[in-house]
């Protein structure tokens, strides 16, 4: 695809349901980040993947929160049990090789909604 | 811990105006700052970046201003246009890949 392609665009879970979030990266772009914005606030790091790895996972609040990259393309992020606090959107973006002066490309974002 | 504080929150200007918006960051450790514009339901895209061995950048109607002893940064945009409207992102990364946000700024441009 031309860009970064998250799915689904909005999620509606209720506390304590498991979720899934994809992102499907821009073709060729081996890093690879979660980002999770909350309103009216500023993008916080998550976790980064350079190809199939998890080269920076430091952002992720808690062992609820895992990410996946099998194949270094498609990434899944997956949050067990749920709380309301979770609620935001949680962005996806990928780069050519780990930006140390480079631009993140982002998608749209999935927006979790935890009742 | 915020490592970026960026002011105003929000902000209001007139066609024309300039729109400035301003980033104070903690880490020296940070070597490029970029600012990303967000529209509504969209996500961030990179608008421009200085690194701090430049005092200013400037592409077309936006420019940086970078003060490394205060560890400052600003965004101007000149001539502001209805369809600057959007939330600004101040950041600053260190050698390696995330990048740290600043609390992001709405711009307003009013016709």
């Known amino acids: 695809g031309a860009g970064v392609s998250q799915t689904p665009s909005n999620k509606v879970t209720e506390k304590g349901k498991y979720v899934e979030l994809r992102c499907d990266p821009i073709s060729g772009h081996t890093a690879l980040y979660w980002y999770r914005q909350s309103l009216g606030q500023g993008p916080e790091f998550l976790i980064y993947?350079?190809?199939?790895?998890?080269?920076?996972d430091s952002g992720l609040p808690n062992d609820r929160f895992f990410a996946v990259r099998p194949e270094g393309s498609v990434s899944t992020l997956k949050i067990q049990r749920t709380e309301r606090g979770d609620s935001a959107v949680y962005l996806c973006?990928?780069?050519?090789?780990?930006?140390?002066?480079?631009?993140?490309?982002f998608g749209e974002g999935s927006r979790l909604t935890v009742l | 811990q915020q490592q970026v504080k960026q002011s105003p929150q929000s902000l209001i200007v007139q066609k024309g105006g300039i729109s400035i918006i301003n980033c104070a960051y903690e880490?020296?450790?940070?070597?490029?700052f970029p600012w990303y514009q967000q529209f509504p339901g969209k996500g961030p895209a990179l608008l421009i970046a200085?690194?701090?061995?430049?005092s200013e950048k400037k592409e077309g109607r936006f420019t940086i201003s970078f003060n490394k002893s205060a560890k400052q940064f600003s965004l101007h945009i000149m001539d502001s246009q209805p369809g600057d409207s959007a939330t600004y992102f101040c950041?600053?990364?260190?050698?390696?890949?995330?990048?740290?946000f600043g609390g992001g700024t709405r711009v307003l441009v009013k016709p």
């Open positions: 880490n020296t450790a940070f070597d490029y």
């Open positions: 200085i690194r701090p061995d430049v």
């Open positions: 950041a600053g990364q260190a050698a390696g890949n995330k990048l740290t």
């Open positions: 993947f350079q190809g199939t790895g998890a080269a920076d």
């Open positions: 973006a990928s780069s050519l090789v780990a930006p140390n002066t480079g631009e993140l490309f």
